[in-house]
Nanobody, 126 residues
Framework: QLHLVESGGGLVRPGGSLRLSCESS????????VGWFRQAPGKEREGISC????????RYIESMKGRFTISRDNANNTVYLQMNRLKPEDTAVYYC???????????????????WGRGTQVTVSA
């Protein structure tokens, strides 16, 4: 079982920034495609971005481009999601997920990934 833990969520004012982290204490994340997703109350889970194994590709859902940036820190076995210019509609639980097979460049962030964290709450409010 791949153990994923998200952190970095919280309450932020509109226009503010947060950086979310996704870590695994058991496995090397650079051997997996890792994606970020979110789910707002009453809505389906949606993909945001993914980063491929060994950095072979990064993709963003079109509506997320420009404000969100995904990156890896292999030395710390962490994948980040930098979120800027946050809006109230970005309020959701944010999840990271990983998969050894899905190619980010082919499928983008896909809800069929095998391994999921428990999520971190992001609330954007004045």
């Amino acid at each position: 079982q791949l153990h994923l833990v998200e952190s970095g969520g919280g309450l932020v004012r509109p226009g503010g920034s947060l950086r979310l982290s996704c870590e695994s204490s058991r496995f090397r994340l650079d051997q997996y495609t890792v994606g970020w997703f979110r789910q707002a109350p009453g809505k389906e889970r949606e993909g945001i971005s993914c980063i491929g194994m060994r950095d072979d590709g990064i993709r963003y859902i079109e509506s997320m481009k420009g404000r969100f940036t995904i990156s890896r820190d292999n030395a710390n076995n962490t994948v980040y999601l930098q979120m800027n210019r946050l809006k109230p509609e970005d309020t959701a639980v944010y999840y990271c997920a990983a998969d050894p097979t899905f190619l980010c460049k082919d499928y983008g962030p896909h809800v069929g990934y095998d391994y999921w964290g428990r999520g971190t709450q992001v609330t954007v409010s004045a």
